[in-house]
């Protein structure tokens, strides 16, 4: 499967805890990007990378919230201390250059917070 | 920053019929205007999209027009099938190096059989 991937698919943790979600983009693509989507709504922007460069970071994204891309390939985006606000589709889009090209999204991880 | 706003929230058709689409924007920098498909626990899934130099842009049932100077665009689907039946998202970005998408809040789609 070429497409983009993310792992776990599905993520049930306790509130205070710390998780950490990877995403695989399609190999290639220079823009990686993190939406989160609750039930009826549409993907809100988190942050996104251009290469391993972090260009923005939405302001709704509180210091708990924390994305890495190393190597300008996968990328993983890790919550500290949960709360159950934070359950949520977490999505992982990637694109092969700047805006105006197509995203590809990944399948999300499902995050649960008890 | 950008908003997308999008109507209407609900909507159901009856197979065959025509379905419409309507979302508006707010920054005039915008340029490209994608729609995403999204089937119940599934990903989105891009099904078309049209940049501000094109008023419409048509792929067999689906048709989008674009409205710079009133921002606004619309999502056409013609003939309408059951399995059309999803939650459809407008979004708007620009093309400069570090823009990003914008998503509307989503319209979900019932054909009727």
């Known amino acids: 499967d070429t497409g983009v991937s993310q792992d776990p698919r599905h993520k049930i943790t306790k509130r205070g805890q710390n998780v950490t979600f990877r995403c695989d983009p399609i190999?290639?693509?220079?823009?990686l990007y993190w939406y989160r989507q609750t039930l009826g709504q549409g993907p809100e922007f988190l942050t996104y990378?251009?290469?391993?460069?972090?260009?923005?970071k939405s302001r709704l994204l509180s210091d708990r919230f924390s994305a890495e891309r190393p190597k300008g390939s996968f990328s993983t985006l890790e919550i500290q201390r949960t709360e159950q606000g934070d359950s949520a589709m977490y999505l992982c889009?990637?694109?092969?250059?700047?805006?105006?090209?197509?995203?590809?999204f990944g399948p999300g991880t499902r995050l649960l917070v008890l | 920053g950008e908003n997308v706003e999008q109507h209407p929230s609900t909507l159901s058709v009856q197979e065959g019929d025509s379905a419409v689409i309507k979302c508006t924007y707010s920054?005039?920098?915008?340029?490209?205007f994608p729609w995403y498909k999204q089937e119940l626990g599934k990903r989105p899934q891009l099904i078309i999209d049209?940049?501000?130099?094109?008023g419409e842009k048509k792929d067999q049932r689906i048709a989008v027009t674009l409205n710079k100077t009133a921002k606004h665009f619309s999502l056409h689907i013609t003939e309408t099938q059951p399995e059309d039946s999803a939650v459809y998202f407008c979004?708007?970005?620009?093309?400069?190096?570090?823009?990003?998408?914008?998503f509307g809040p989503g319209t979900s789609l019932s054909v009727i059989p």
């Open positions: 889009a990637s694109s092969l250059h700047a805006g105006g090209e197509t995203q590809y």
């Open positions: 190999s290639e693509h220079n823009r």
């Open positions: 990378f251009q290469n391993e460069a972090q260009l923005e």
């Open positions: 920054d005039s920098a915008s340029n490209y």
């Open positions: 049209i940049r501000s130099n094109v």
């Open positions: 979004a708007a970005s620009g093309e400069t190096s570090y823009d990003k998408v914008i």
